[in-house]
């Protein structure tokens, strides 16, 4: 087990946003969560990546209890967080950018990322992550001259370089073309071999490809668990948000 949540629950003001929630996700488990707008998906992950405390419930992170640990503390155990929205370098290359996200790993500060240039291992693992996340033709250019696609796998490549234990992705397909959606379904196909993800993602084809399990939410409640085939035949969740 990477990760339990247990009757977790969160309200703002009188709005209850999550309602008794419980997920389980295992070692190397690409796990889905779906749900129509404000259903509490956001909500959900800001309270598994430390951004949000839960009112009620419980977190545990390969069997630790991280209730109050902080969204520093959390990353430091191995929990990454792609967004939906680029928080990139613009003016960095690939390179650099890697790099930056590599010190954390190395506790080199920003002041020495002259000295990080220079250093052959922080390269090599660089390199390694360029190539892990299709950015190895473009290790020098500058993130500015990257596709939005491109952009979307440097962030991916950004959450890897300290080594996580879980990836968080927050929407990774949204707002690309046919093209970059099939470019980052490989890409996430690859990591999940080597790390555990839990996927936010609107785009049903995107999900059916790359979960192996599916959680529904409906109004901060969890309405239902299955793979792709049992989603897909569940009436429940064809009437409440897939509207058919």
């Known amino acids: 087990m990477s990760l339990s949540l247990n009757n977790i629950n969160k309200s703002f003001g009188n709005i209850k946003v999550l309602n ?15 749900g ?29 209890n991280i209730n109050n640990l902080n969204i520093n503390k959390r990353a430091r155990l191995g929990i990454a967080q792609s967004f939906q929205k680029n928080s990139l370098f613009l003016e960095m290359t690939v390179k650099e950018s890697i790099m930056l996200a590599l010190s954390h790993k190395y506790k080199i500060t920003f002041k020495m990322l002259n000295s990080l240039i220079s250093n052959k291992a922080i390269n090599n693992d660089a390199m390694e992550i360029a190539k892990d996340t299709g950015l190895y033709d473009y290790f020098d250019t500058k993130s500015d001259n990257l596709s939005y696609g491109l952009q979307r796998q ?38 999940s071999a080597k790390y555990s993800i839990i996927i936010v993602e609107h785009d049903m084809d995107v999900i059916y490809e790359l979960a192996n399990r ?18 897909k035949n569940s009436e429940l969740v064809q009437n409440k948000y897939l509207g058919i």
């Not at 929407?171 to 099939?182: D, I, N, V």
């Open 214 to 231: 599916i959680y529904v939410l409906d109004r901060g409640s969890l309405i239902f668990e299955g793979d792709a085939k049992a989603v």
């Open 20 to 34: 008794n929630v419980n997920i389980q996700s295992h070692s190397r488990e690409c796990l889905g969560i779906i």
């Open 36 to 64: 129509p707008n404000g259903a509490g998906k956001s909500t959900l992950f800001k309270v598994i990546s430390g951004n949000l405390k839960q009112d009620k419930g419980d977190i545990y992170f390969n069997s630790l």
């Open 154 to 191: 440097l962030e991916l490549g950004i959450a890897i370089s300290c080594s996580p234990k879980l990836l968080l992705l927050d929407e990774p397909t949204a707002g690309m073309s046919p093209a970059e959606t099939k470019d980052i379904i490989k890409l996430i196909k690859n990591l």
